[in-house]
């Protein structure tokens, strides 16, 4: 197979420039560049005066950005994971000036289609797993190391897993015997120790997205970048994430609700006009790929999209 050939397809990608609908001199910003399909089409959106920050974690995509950018002045590249974001920004003095963020969560189509980078169960190769040089730990060294007890909280908490204990037990036991060191060992020890597999759905599906989620730190990269994208928008600069399961897309949807409540106490306080603190205003409701879009690509169906503006700051 060779590596860095793929057919990119962008998730929901004219609902996302719905979204953010930027002016032609707008600033935004791809927390998630991946192969750049979304960045590219909002680019194509931008003037002359616009501008571009494109973020990623992954080397190869960060590669793919570059060229990019040496290519078209408007993109600025950096290095880093979208919790870092605030970073990123106030370093190019843009902080309050941001019109539009886009954040598309989970692994992208050429990490998961690469066996090397062990994403996926559907293609033998290392049990690696990590979406950066930032994350130290492979899969493989946390099977290797993890007693029973915590694979099975990782494979309960953020797989939803029903039958963790039973299958991290098996884990266990095949790793006194050899390694598990590539990701067809995994999923065969997994879809053994399975007792009720679910019909179109691998029996080792929960398990590797737990662990994944788990060594990169998915869930608390996406509180935290949420919480940076909200503090770096302009007032009436657009937020458009897109989650690809219920644990992050429960996330999103609180954290919106959440900011867009403002503070309870502050809220209850007989004050005139708005002092609750609110930052945010939800724009229409979740959104889920069509169904034109999930034949053409059917890694898109779990696709939710959520898009809330940044209000401006109370008087």
């Not at 998630?32 to 005066?49: D, I, K, S």
């Not at 793919?64 to 950096?78: G, K």
């Not at 949420?226 to 928008?233: C, F, Q, R, T």
């Amino acid at each position: 197979m060779t590596r860095g050939v793929y057919t990119h397809q962008p998730v929901m990608l004219e609902e996302v420039l719905e979204a953010l609908d930027p002016a032609p001199d707008a600033c935004l910003l791809d927390a998630t560049f991946g192969r750049g399909g979304h960045a590219r089409a909002l680019l194509a959106r931008l003037g002359p005066q616009g501008r571009l920050l494109a973020l990623d974690r992954d080397p190869e995509a960060i590669a793919t950005a570059r060229t990019l950018a040496a290519e078209d002045s408007r993109v600025t590249v950096a290095e880093t994971a979208f919790a870092d974001l605030a970073r990123v920004v106030d370093a190019c003095d843009l902080r309050g000036r941001i019109n539009g963020i886009l954040m598309d969560l989970g692994v992208s189509s050429p990490q998961l289609d690469d066996p090397a980078r062990g994403f996926s169960f559907q293609h033998d190769g290392p049990l690696d797993m990590r979406m950066g040089e930032d994350v130290v730990e492979s899969a493989a060294d946390w099977i290797a190391r993890a007693s029973a007890e915590e694979m099975a909280r990782v494979f309960r908490e953020l797989g939803e897993e029903r039958y963790a204990r039973r299958i991290a037990r098996a884990i266990a036991t095949a790793r006194s015997e050899a390694p598990i060191s590539t990701t067809g060992r995994l999923a065969d020890v997994v879809a053994a120790a399975h007792p009720a597999w679910e019909r179109d759905r691998h029996p080792a599906t929960r398990v590797f997205l737990a662990i994944r989620l788990h060594i990169n730190g998915e869930l608390e990269q996406a509180t935290a970048g949420l919480a940076a994208a909200v503090d770096v928008l302009a007032p009436g600069g657009r937020l458009a994430v897109i989650s690809f399961h219920s644990l992050e897309d429960r996330i999103v949807k609180r954290f919106l609700r959440d900011q867009e409540r403002g503070d309870p106490v502050l809220r209850a306080l007989p004050l005139p006009g708005d002092h609750s603190g609110a930052k945010l205003r939800r724009i229409g409701r979740a959104r889920r790929p069509s169904a034109d879009e999930v034949s053409a690509n059917p890694r898109a169906r779990s696709a939710t999209l959520r898009v809330a503006e940044r209000l401006a700051e109370a008087a």
